[in-house]
């Protein structure tokens, strides 16, 4: 899907969303069932939609999650959902979506996160996101994974894992980055003498759900990886794939002009990247418009994966 064209295949689609609560994808345009909007109509009895708790193991710490497992026998494909920075906002609706969609969603709290084993830091979100791929390509029969249709996608931090994650899979092909954070940067948030950066350093010395971290330890972990962290600079490492990158209009965290507008701009010049882009109305956890944020999310990752 060419940017041009994917574009406006999205704002068709969006613009239908905004006039009717919701709009069916060309997939389900045929049945007449939106995954977004409705519920399952015919339940396969012997492999119904399901949720199954999960743990593994990652560079020695256990993993908590959990995996939606799609209506019936598969293989299905499968996305991993990533979570931002700290995790509050953990985009579950997006994983409902994507399931009643015929996609099975894996979601799980890395390292030093929400009761995971272990010390928390960015490297090993990243890390921790090749070895969830693992496991799904290691227990495809049990959770009815089809191995050859993984995609990745993530919020915030998660965007930064999904897009980092993706340039080290040569087998992942599908990557959504709902508004990705460039730890690689040294502009907005990430950077220490600005007033936002202030604000994040005093926000990270209170997370409590991050084992082990701090925000001198964030300052000195950003500054020693800037050229490995930079998502401009993956763009080489994305070539074959197939990239969304989605921004909230109203984001201060990431704010787009920082952030969104420059990944674009990289991987714009890649022409081997098969680049879909949008800005949608919303904050940084798109609080006004999450079902408008679904619909993309699902709509583009379905046509993805088929």
Same mark, same amino acid.
């Given at each position: 899907?060419?940017?041009?064209?994917?574009?406006?295949?999205?704002?068709?689609?969006?613009?239908?969303?905004?006039?009717?609560?919701?709009?069916?994808?060309?997939?389900?345009?045929?049945?007449?069932?939106?995954?977004?909007?409705?519920?399952?109509?015919?339940?396969?009895?012997?492999?119904?939609?399901?949720?199954?708790?999960?743990?593994?193991?990652?560079?020695?710490?256990?993993?908590?999650?959990?995996?939606?497992?799609?209506?019936?026998?598969?293989?299905?494909?499968? #996305?991993?959902?990533?979570?931002? @920075?700290?995790?509050? *906002?953990?985009?579950?609706?997006?994983?409902?979506?994507?399931?009643?969609?015929?996609?099975?969603?894996?979601?799980?709290?890395?390292?030093?996160?929400?009761?995971?084993?272990?010390?928390?830091?960015?490297?090993? &979100?990243?890390?921790?996101?090749?070895?969830?791929?693992?496991?799904?390509?290691?227990?495809?029969? *049990? @959770?009815?994974?089809?191995?050859?249709?993984?995609?990745?996608?993530?919020?915030?931090?998660?965007?930064?894992?999904?897009?980092?994650?993706?340039?080290?899979?040569?087998?992942?092909?599908?990557?959504?980055?709902?508004?990705?954070?460039?730890?690689?940067?040294? *502009?907005? &948030?990430?950077?220490?003498?600005?007033?936002?950066?202030?604000?994040?350093?005093?926000?990270?010395?209170?997370?409590?759900?991050?084992?082990?971290?701090?925000?001198?330890?964030?300052?000195? *972990?950003?500054?020693?990886?800037?050229?490995?962290?930079?998502?401009?600079?993956?763009?080489?490492?994305? #070539?074959?794939?197939?990239?969304?990158?989605?921004?909230?209009?109203?984001?201060?965290?990431?704010?787009?002009?920082?952030?969104?507008?420059?990944?674009?701009?990289?991987?714009?010049?890649?022409?081997?990247?098969?680049?879909?882009?949008?800005?949608?109305?919303?904050?940084?956890?798109?609080?006004?418009?999450?079902?408008?944020?679904?619909?993309?999310?699902?709509?583009?990752?379905?046509?993805?994966?088929?």
């Amino acid at each position: 899907m060419k940017l041009n064209s994917a574009k406006a295949i999205l704002a068709g689609g969006l613009a239908m969303g905004l006039a009717s609560g919701c709009a069916a994808s060309s997939h389900e345009n045929a049945s007449g069932y939106d995954a977004v909007s409705q519920d399952i109509v015919s339940v396969d009895q012997l492999y119904p939609p399901s949720i199954v708790e999960l743990s593994f193991d990652s560079h020695g710490s256990r993993l908590n999650g959990h995996i939606y497992l799609a209506n019936g026998p598969g293989p299905h494909p499968t #996305a991993i959902l990533l979570h931002g @920075y700290p995790g509050t *906002e953990r985009n579950l609706d997006i994983a409902q979506a994507l399931r009643r969609a015929g996609i099975n969603v894996l979601f799980f709290h890395y390292r030093g996160t929400w009761g995971s084993e272990g010390e928390f830091s960015v490297i090993q &979100v990243v890390e921790d996101v090749a070895t969830a791929l693992d496991v799904l390509r290691t227990r495809t029969q *049990e @959770y009815r994974v089809d191995p050859e249709r993984l995609a990745l996608i993530g919020h915030s931090m998660g965007g930064f894992a999904a897009l980092q994650g993706a340039a080290q899979d040569n087998a992942v092909r599908c990557v959504v980055g709902i508004a990705a954070a460039d730890f690689g940067s040294d *502009e907005g &948030v990430f950077n220490a003498e600005s007033e936002a950066g202030r604000a994040l350093d005093t926000y990270s010395d209170n997370l409590q759900m991050l084992q082990g971290w701090s925000s001198d330890k964030f300052r000195a *972990e950003i500054s020693k990886n800037r050229e490995s962290f930079s998502l401009p600079g993956l763009a080489p490492r994305l #070539a074959g794939k197939s990239v969304l990158l989605i921004a909230g209009k109203n984001d201060q965290a990431v704010p787009p002009p920082l952030f969104h507008d420059r990944l674009v701009a990289a991987y714009s010049e890649q022409k081997h990247i098969d680049m879909t882009e949008i800005t949608i109305p919303g904050d940084h956890a798109f609080s006004w418009s999450r079902v408008l944020l679904t619909q993309t999310v699902v709509d583009w990752t379905k046509q993805c994966v088929d």
